[in-house]
């Protein structure tokens, strides 16, 4: 079946580590994006890409990185450098990120838990 | 900076009612604006779109209506049920010189009780 995978669902790491949150679709989409989601809070954009090797900051990019060395796969790197890295991360792709718009669909998540 | 908001962060309904969802954003630029729904636990899912050359678009149980005089956007839900309860978003299309996003409202709980 064609999706957006999220691995993994539940994620838990010490305090100082890096952590990397895979991101896979299967839908020939274009663009890919990740977001962040806090308890009773909206989606807020923390990268996303366009086409391959190529990505842009979202709103609160500071302490993430990202890669985009293929189509399907978007990883999102969780540094020691953010400081409150405990969320729900949502990973999203769209067909094209330029006009016509299209909706983006989204991935199940992974909650991300830092002790 | 711009961004799309809701009015109310909950809304409670009885089963059979209809549920009216608000947003209002503030980018006069944005042209395609998408309703999402999200269940606990989950990924958003889309219920509806709208484009800013529209008005009005219905869907099965559902009606967005796009007010671009006061940037105005809602959500009505005819017949809620039960099935309906989740949080709410409204998102918008932005762009810049570097691409387009979508950004996202902070959501309205909808609870619906039989």
């Known amino acids: 079946d064609g999706g957006i995978t999220q691995s993994p669902k539940y994620l838990f790491r010490k305090e100082g580590q890096n952590v990397t949150l895979s991101c896979e679709q299967n839908?020939?989409?274009?663009?890919m994006y990740w977001y962040r989601q806090d308890p009773g809070q909206g989606l807020r954009l923390i990268y996303y890409?366009?086409?391959?090797?190529?990505?842009q900051k979202g709103d609160i990019a500071e302490g993430y990185s990202v890669s985009r060395e293929k189509k399907e796969s978007f990883p999102l790197t969780v540094t020691s450098a953010q400081k409150n890295p405990t969320a729900f991360y949502l990973c999203a792709s769209s067909i094209v990120s330029q006009r016509p718009n299209t909706e983006a669909f989204f991935g199940q998540g992974t909650r991300l838990t830092v002790v | 900076g711009e961004s799309v908001g809701l009015h109310l962060p909950t809304l409670s309904v009885q089963e059979g009612d209809n549920s009216i969802i608000n947003c209002a954003y503030s980018n006069s630029a944005s042209d395609y604006f998408i309703w999402y729904k999200q269940e606990s636990g989950k990924g958003p899912q889309f219920i509806i779109d709208?484009?800013?050359?529209?008005d009005k678009r219905q869907g099965q149980r559902v009606t967005v209506l796009l007010n671009k005089t006061v940037k105005h956007l809602s959500l009505q839900i005819a017949a809620t049920q039960p099935g309906d309860s989740a949080v709410y978003f409204c998102a918008e299309n932005t762009s810049n010189q570097a691409g387009t996003a979508l950004i996202f409202g902070k959501g309205t709980t909808l609870s619906v009780s039989s």
């Open positions: 890409s366009q086409i391959v090797n190529d990505f």
């Open positions: 839908l020939n989409h274009d663009a």
């Open positions: 709208i484009r800013s050359n529209m």
